[in-house]
């Protein structure tokens, strides 16, 4: 499927560094004249991918208007997924974006895409069957964290499709979705390229579930955020995951400020 409707120009010429930095200021307040695009989108790194997105939503949006999101980490991705690719586990898939980047780069390259929001499935399930790419990703509707079981799992707003988290009291907009641990639901994949968790606060959780992966090295990088506001509220420890990845035999660093409410890691296996 491809899309009738183009970009804005500006949006069009300009490099990516740049049109990240000025997408939302510029049109994301005029975004109803640019509807056609959310059907649609093209990936900047590829654009043979199409995504169906939310107007509205903050990732959507993004992808809408500049067909990236999140920059820096798309970068890392696309090149480790080109040069040396073999298997992603993208837990909070969202709506695709990074689960259909790796995919497309490598026909080699698979994924297991682990999405525990109801609102998002049929959108990354759509995604994937629209751009042919159902034999390379494998959708799991569940949630993943330390311990098997169920949790309640806030939707979070409507118009949002990452806000979406694991919470450990019922409420109007919760749900009870099933919860499982890497471990366990890995046991058929021999080695992981590469583990990216963001999944709004319960990160750490999905980290200490693959305990035995990380103990066996068979993950050999891992990406994930750390948001010390919904951390504390699920009540972990801002170093439960960097100590954990060190006392395993993994190299850990923080992408930016550590004093920062969200901050992105990286860890490399030694």
């Avoid at 998002?120 to 751009?131: I, K, M, P, Q, S």
Wanted: charged share 30%; aromatic share 10%; glycine share 6%.
């Amino acid at each position: 499927m491809t899309n009738s409707m183009q970009r804005p120009v500006l949006l069009r010429i300009l490099p990516r560094r740049l049109r990240c930095s000025i997408w939302s200021r510029a049109f994301r307040p005029t975004r109803r004249r640019y509807y056609p695009l959310f059907e649609a989108a093209t990936l900047s790194f590829c654009p043979c991918v199409t995504m169906r997105l939310l107007p509205g939503d903050v990732i959507s949006d993004s992808i809408a208007f500049t067909g990236l999101y999140d920059l820096g980490f798309t970068r890392y991705l696309w090149r480790l997924a080109k040069n040396k690719g073999g298997h992603l586990v993208d837990v909070g898939a969202n709506l695709g974006y990074f689960s259909l980047l790796w995919a497309v780069a490598n026909p080699a390259n698979s994924v297991t895409a682990f999405e525990a929001s109801p609102r998002n499935l049929d959108y990354l399930r759509y995604n994937v069957a629209t751009n042919d790419l159902s034999d390379q990703i494998d959708i799991r509707s569940e949630a993943v964290a330390r311990e098997k079981g169920e949790m309640e799992f806030d939707l979070g707003p409507e118009e949002q499709t990452g806000w979406g988290r694991l919470v450990r009291e019922r409420s109007e907009r919760s749900s009870r979705v099933p919860v499982v641990r890497l471990d366990d639901a890995l046991q058929g994949v021999d080695q992981i390229a590469l583990l990216k968790i963001d999944i709004e606060g319960a990160d750490t959780w999905a980290i200490l579930g693959a305990e035995r992966l990380f103990r066996e090295k068979r993950i050999a990088h891992v990406y994930w955020e750390q948001s010390r506001i919904l951390m504390g509220e699920l009540g972990i420890r801002e170093e439960e995951a960097p100590d954990f990845l060190c006392r395993t035999g993994y190299e850990v660093r923080p992408c930016g400020d550590r004093r920062s409410e969200a901050v992105n890691w990286y860890a490399t296996r030694r």
